[in-house]
């Protein structure tokens, strides 16, 4: 069974340019969460989805982050404008359903200079 | 979600069992107790969860003491490849609340 897709891998950009990061969840997973992950610390979320709609973004910094799932398949993450703070590693993880095991991505390393 | 106390690192010896505890004494009645960890640079693995009875997996032994106050992940045969930071986690719904782990080192 393939697991969590995520691209790019590793992402280097200027502050204040935009950025995306893609997901496909494995087959059949309902829900999709987005975590962002910086240095040291442990994953913290920032939105849940359960098919294409929104369960959880209340840590999204709405002001600068979007996401998105619209066919409740694949999913993107997007800033714009990028902040210094934002170089963390972003995860997607998805369950079959909103109670069951999480499983995570590779993950996208940003790098904001 | 209840949260979560861990020592900050470890040490095991190859070979040996390692034997990693958490204390949740807030957990509800409904909370399980998951264990999770990563390995520098990968996304976090799943490893084990409970709610009431210890369980048992090709990865690991999960021991939660009676009154569910605490829990203990075993590792039975510990190997240089299970170095890594372990983030035990009380969850109901939606997302994952991680700590800061435990980093435990495999010593050769």
């Known amino acids: 069974e393939a697991g969590v897709a995520q691209s790019p891998r590793y992402k280097i950009i200027e502050k204040r340019q935009s950025v995306a990061f893609w997901c496909n969840p494995i087959s059949g997973h309902a829900t999709l969460y987005w975590y962002q992950q910086i240095l040291g610390q442990g994953p913290k979320l920032l939105i849940q989805f359960q098919n294409n709609g929104v369960v959880d973004d209340s840590q999204l910094p709405k002001d600068r982050f979007s996401a998105e799932r619209l066919k409740g398949v694949d999913s993107t993450l997007k800033i714009q404008p990028a902040k210094l703070e934002d170089s963390a590693v972003y995860l997607c993880?998805?369950?079959?359903?909103?109670?069951?095991?999480?499983?995570f991505g590779p993950g996208t390393r940003l790098t904001v200079l | 979600d209840a949260k979560t106390t861990q020592p900050t690192s470890m040490d095991c010896a190859e070979g040996r069992a390692a034997n990693l505890p958490c204390n949740h004494s807030t957990i509800s009645g409904n909370e399980y107790v998951y264990w999770y960890r990563q390995i520098h640079s990968q996304g976090p693995q799943y490893i084990i969860h409970?709610?009431?009875n210890n369980e048992t997996n090709e990865m690991a032994s999960l021991i939660i003491t009676e009154d569910r106050k605490s829990s203990t992940l075993i590792l039975p045969h510990a190997t240089l490849r299970d170095t890594a930071v372990y983030y035990c986690?009380?969850?109901?719904?939606?997302?994952?609340?991680f700590g800061k782990g435990t980093h435990l080192i495999i010593q050769p």
């Open positions: 986690i009380v969850w109901s719904a939606d997302g994952l609340t």
């Open positions: 409970g709610l009431k």
């Open positions: 993880a998805s369950s079959f359903w909103g109670r069951d095991t999480q499983y």
